[in-house]
C-alpha cells in the first residue's frame, strides 16, 4: 500500500469548512483513497473513500486531483464535534490484503468556536 | 443494526498473566480485523481473519494470537503480558462481496487493556 502523507496539526473556526490534505504520490491505479477519524478514546469511524472522482457524502467531501498523487477531505460547515484525529489512508481494494488498514500518524483537527 | 462489539472494555492485568479479548461483528459481517493503539506507536494491524482462517499477520511477538469463531465472532488472546502490552485494542469488521469494491471498516470501541 502507498504512504501517505498529513500535516499533523490543523485550525478551523466552527461554521467554517475544513480542508485537509493528503499526499500519496506513490498511488499505484488499482489503489483507493480512504478517510478515517478518531475521536478522542473511540474507535476510528469511516468517513469516506474514492478512487480518481470526487466523492460527497452526508459527512464530506473527498476530491482527487487528477493525477491521484494527492486529495483533500473537505468538512463543510465544522462543528466541535468535529474535532478529531483524521486518517488519510491508501489501500488496494480488494485483494488478499483488503482487511489490514495502514494508519500513519493522522491530522489532529482543532475545531474552535 | 448493533454495531462492532467489544468486551470487556476496560482490563487491569498483571505483568505475566493472559488475557482474551472479544469482539462481536455486525451481523454479516465474516471479516475481522484486530488493532493496537499505543501513544508511541500509534494503530498498527494485529491481524485478520475471515470465515475462521487468518488472512493477514501484522508484525507482532508470537505473544499474540487470534482465532475466530464460525459465528464471526472473534478473539484475540495475549500470553506472558508485558508493560508494553498496555493498549487500546480495537476490533473492525467488513462486510465483503466480490462484485463490488472493499467496503469500509467498522470499529468498535475497543478495550483498554492495563498491566502493571
Known amino acids: 500500500d502507498a504512504k501517505t502523507t498529513q500535516p499533523p496539526s490543523m485550525d478551523c473556526a466552527e461554521g467554517r469548512a475544513a480542508n485537509l490534505p493528503c499526499n500519496h504520490s506513490t498511488i499505484s491505479g488499482n489503489e483507493y483513497v480512504y478517510w478515517y477519524r478518531q475521536i478522542h478514546s473511540q474507535g476510528p469511524q469511516y468517513i469516506i473513500h474514492g478512487l480518481k472522482n470526487n466523492e460527497t457524502n452526508e459527512m464530506a467531501s473527498l476530491i482527487i486531483t487528477e493525477d491521484r498523487k494527492s486529495s483533500t477531505l473537505i468538512l463543510p460547515h465544522a462543528t466541535l464535534r468535529d474535532t478529531a484525529v483524521y486518517y488519510c489512508i491508501v489501500r488496494v481494494a480488494p485483494s488478499s490484503n483488503t482487511g489490514k488498514l495502514i494508519f500513519g500518524q493522522g491530522t489532529t483537527l482543532q475545531v474552535k468556536p | ?116
Request: proline letters at 4%.
Open chain 2, 1 to 116: 443494526k448493533a454495531g462492532v462489539t467489544q468486551t470487556p472494555r476496560y482490563l487491569i492485568k498483571t505483568r505475566g498473566q493472559q488475557v482474551t479479548l472479544s469482539c462481536s461483528p455486525i451481523s454479516g459481517h465474516r471479516s475481522v480485523s484486530w488493532y493496537q493503539q499505543t501513544p508511541g506507536q500509534g494503530l498498527q494491524f494485529l491481524f485478520e481473519y475471515f470465515s475462521e482462517t487468518q488472512r493477514n499477520k501484522g508484525n507482532f511477538p508470537g505473544r499474540f494470537s487470534g482465532r475466530q469463531f464460525s459465528n464471526s465472532r472473534s478473539e484475540m488472546n495475549v500470553s506472558t503480558l508485558e508493560l508494553g502490552d498496555s493498549a487500546l485494542y480495537l476490533c473492525a469488521s467488513s462486510l465483503e462481496v466480490r462484485w463490488r469494491p472493499r467496503t469500509e471498516a467498522f470499529f468498535g470501541q475497543g478495550t483498554r487493556l492495563t498491566v502493571v
